[in-house]
């Protein structure tokens, strides 16, 4: 999620709030199956099949939408 966060010293604030709740501009974190370990991304917008996601330093959506079953949480606070 560069330039938001950094790659290296930084770490963030995760709070699960119900799935419902997700809003388009949030930053949340899900367990990509093609990245293999959580991923941390904005919300594009929700369709039929989920969330779709993108990264801040790009405008490629991300291969699998954000689902109830492989969300983790949305990042409340980040610290470098």
């Not at 293999?36 to 991304?41: K, M, R, Y």
């Amino acid at each position: 999620m560069l330039p938001l966060i950094p790659d290296t010293g930084s770490f963030s604030v995760i709070r699960r709030i119900p799935y419902e709740q997700i809003k388009p501009g949030m930053i949340v974190v899900y367990k990509a199956k093609w990245a293999h370990s959580n991923v941390q991304h904005v919300v594009s917008y929700k369709s039929i099949f989920g969330y779709a996601m993108e990264g801040l330093n790009n405008d490629v959506l991300d291969p699998e939408y954000v689902t109830p079953e492989n969300y983790v949480g949305v990042t409340v606070a980040i610290f470098d």
